[in-house]
């Protein structure tokens, strides 16, 4: 293996699943950086890898950067792993990884196991769009501006808390999505691996002392005159149809009302504002 960072995913609970190709590279590597040495030692005895450990966490990645660009220079393999799961991903490594791409230095993954991914896949909500949105803040208000940032998306939000912190976002969502599905998977790959979906308020009555490590999702967004511009549609599509198609148009392809399109297009007319006004009376 040529000189270079080698960005490595570890189990996310189960050892059994990490990889023989993972256990190869880092059985290779010169050193080994990772958040915790103490529970990157755990893991590397387990596999009886014997790579020299550096510390690499938020408050000494700038330094850390140049330390590890150096030992690159010098021709050293470099591994870096989180404490679970695929680097990165809510952890250090950002910075590091920026830096040495600027620098045009050789860097390459060994892909495995990711808890966002693992709970999108077990949570029956789509996943045909998804957005990862990391740790919800810990203040009242940030957690609730975190999440009415999010309420609207037309995609599945994963985010990351806490056991301790998990009852109090479960009751911020029921405020701000009170009929919204969601999906709580709790110490996946573990022994007492568990998900459960339902509203807010369902899960809250469940997860009233939850233990383990947490990852939570939210459905998509219904798509309604709220959270679409409704109007900006139907002007668009009048344009080109009569109301009454434009109306079926608008519910069938944005999942709005058809009644609430077709009055809205006629209000359009009664304001003077129908594109379409020379067509003449709807029937």
Do not use: W
Not at 26 to 42: N, P
């Amino acid at each position: 293996m040529q000189a270079g960072l080698y960005i490595v995913a570890t189990p996310i609970g189960n050892l059994g699943d990490i990889s023989s190709r993972a256990v190869e590279t880092l059985g290779a590597m010169d050193f080994i950086a990772a958040e915790d040495t103490r529970v990157a030692g755990k893991l590397l005895s387990h596999l009886g890898i014997k790579s020299k450990l550096i510390s690499l966490h938020d408050h000494n990645e700038a330094g850390k950067t140049a330390e590890i660009a150096g030992l690159i220079a010098s021709g050293k393999r470099i591994g870096l792993i989180s404490d679970a799961g695929t680097p990165l991903i809510s952890d250090p490594g950002f910075k590091l990884v920026r830096e040495l791409r600027r620098k045009g230095v050789f860097i390459t993954s060994v892909p495995g196991a990711c808890s966002a991914i693992n709970a999108l896949v077990l949570s029956g909500l789509p996943s045909d769009c998804f957005l990862f949105a990391g740790f919800v803040p810990e203040k009242a208000k940030a957690r609730k501006e975190f999440f009415e940032r999010h309420s609207n998306l037309d995609a599945t939000v994963i985010f990351f808390e806490s056991a301790v912190r998990l009852p109090l976002t479960l009751k911020a969502i029921a405020e701000i999505m009170p009929d919204r599905q969601i999906t709580i998977a709790r110490e996946m790959t573990k022994l007492y691996e568990e998900v459960q979906s339902g509203t807010a308020s369902d899960l809250a009555a469940h997860f009233k002392s939850p233990k383990g490590e947490i990852v939570g999702l939210i459905a998509p967004a219904e798509k309604t005159a709220d959270n679409v511009d409704a109007a900006k549609i139907m002007k668009r599509l009048l344009k080109s149809l009569p109301l009454k198609e434009a109306a079926s148009t608008a519910a069938d392809l944005f999942g709005l009302n058809k009644n609430e399109m077709y009055d809205l297009g006629l209000s359009f007319r009664h304001s003077g504002l129908d594109p379409e006004s020379s067509r003449g009376n709807e029937k």
